[in-house]
């Protein structure tokens, strides 16, 4: 008995010494263990590198707080557990949930100044004991570190998306928006833009939205080709100081100083964002009496070094059924009308610049050709498979696709507008006379890496004929276009800075429930869930009593 005691005893020993070991240890080393098939709750790398780096308190607004709709409150449960993951690995991560509408008496003025903010609501319909209601939800957050502060998006609203696809959909972004805002808010060194002028290329105003989100990660400095006109190599080293190029619809040629400034700065390493029109015409141009205008061939004196770096735009435009209406105006006011020329890309995600973007919204884009040669080429922008392309000059007028449109003749296939060139690209001046001299010209070039769009007009995003878009969403088709996401991924890829692109790109499978599938079987469902557990319950008092009556009956 002694014995069996003492062996009791020391099984216990070890049980606390070890248990405190483990406590002690846990001290020291730390790990969460996420079960689930998509790792949703494991932070990428980057996420991780960044979270760490914070190094003062920086606090975390959620205006999900309270009782919420079934599709939001996954939305709320899911930012909380990614909050707390985030909290896990740095305590300055401070985080809190609040209910914009728990006091009746404050709720007003609250809603009132989040308005001011830019927090727009979405409205829920809600059904509680047969009464109908509108509830709004805020799904926004803000984060705040010193006197700094920056607004987070919770919510996607995609195009011919149902609530709950929306809902996955931010799901899968929330990581990309919570550490996309520590990284505004923390980014100490920045890489320099060079943003191209003097060749009549689109006014500031005109992609100031670009602009300033790019400014948030970025240094961006105005660059003139011709400022030094009789130093044309001092004009080179200057822009070789700059990461990125950033050509935006140019609308007057190129020199062949100008040129070969830029063909050199690109076989040096220099990455650059191409966004040009080979055809002249803008709605602008639509708006006289007769509502008509010819588009013809604009001549940028580029066609020969796209077509060394592999790729050919066209005078020709693209027509697509599938486009965003525009308004014209009519003796009973604005009215909407087809307008092909506006084609919406929806993304095929082939790629992290274009994974997880809703639609992109062009305006008289070009088809472009795709050259063989050794640089790999990757679409990024493709129009839909109910498009085609139609040659310049060509008249064209507002009313032009109101008398009814043959959908057969719309069977070209899509026809490719934005490509990513990547590779050792080789100079357009390679066994030419060059335009000046250089001490060491550079012929074939390191590897590198460009994007070419056939529409300048993709960074005009936030304007429809020259007019502001309210709160960036369009009145026709109720969207907000996503070119600021997709032009912010692609010069985020074109400076390596992949991190936040892999965010972006992270899926999360959050399993839907089939509602027709639900509402037929609801019986048997029910049945399964409620009356078999009940069913084997009940047997099993049955045959317990049964055999206990039958053993003590005895």
Known sequence: MEAAKQKSLKQLGIVIIVALALNFAGNFYFKRFDLTHDKRFTLSQSSLDIVESVEEPLYIDVFLGGQLPPEFKRLQDESRQLLEEYKAHNSN????????????????????????????????????????????????????IGQKSVKVPLLVNNFGNNAGENI???????????????????????????????????????MSDFLLNLREYYLLGE???????????????????????????????????????LDQYIMNGGKSL???????????????EAQTALAYPRDLNLDDMFFKYGIRINNRLIQDLLSTPISVQSPNGEVAVDWLYSPIIKSEENHPINKNINLVKLEFANQMDLLKNDIK??????????????????????????????????????????????????????????????????????????????????????YVNKKPLQGGIDQWTQQAYSNKEFLLNSVNYLLNDNGLINIRSKDVQLQQLDRQKVQQEYTSAQFMTVGLPLLILGLFGIVFTYLRKRKYGK
Do not use: C, H
Not at 226 to 235: C, E, F, G, M
Not at 237 to 255: Q, V
């Open 93 to 144: 991560i401070i985080f809190n949930f609040i209910d914009p509408l728990e006091d009746e008496a404050k709720a007003t003025q609250y809603v009132q100044e989040l308005y001011a903010l830019g927090f727009t609501p979405t409205n829920i319909n809600s059904v509680k004991q047969g009464k109908k209601s509108l509830i709004q939800v805020f799904p926004w957050a803000i984060a705040n």
């Open 168 to 206: 996955n959909k931010s799901v899968q972004l929330l990581e990309f928006a919570f550490t996309d805002a520590i990284m505004k808010l923390t980014l100490k060194e920045k890489k320099k833009i060079a943003i191209l002028k003097g060749n009549g290329e689109i006014g500031d105003k005109y």
């Open 223 to 261: 660059f003139n080709l011709d400022s030094l006109k009789n130093d044309q190599p001092k004009i080179l080293e200057n822009l070789k100081r700059f990461d990125l190029a950033i050509i935006a619809k140019p609308t007057e040629a190129f020199s062949e100083e100008e040129k070969y400034i």
């Open 274 to 288: 191409w966004m040009v029109d080979k055809v002249t015409i803008d709605l602008d141009s639509l708006r006289n």
């Open 377 to 462: 080429k990757t679409v990024l922008l493709r129009s839909s498979a109910q498009s085609r392309d139609v040659g310049v000059p060509v008249q064209i007028g507002l009313n032009q696709f109101m008398e009814g449109l043959n959908e057969d003749d719309y069977n070209k296939g899509g026809q490719d507008i934005g490509v990513l060139l990547e590779g050792k690209f080789t100079s357009v001046y390679k066994n030419r006379i060059k335009p000046f001299g250089l001490v060491k010209p550079t012929d074939d070039g390191v590897d590198n890496k460009m994007i070419i769009i056939a529409d300048g007009d993709i960074v005009n995003y936030n």
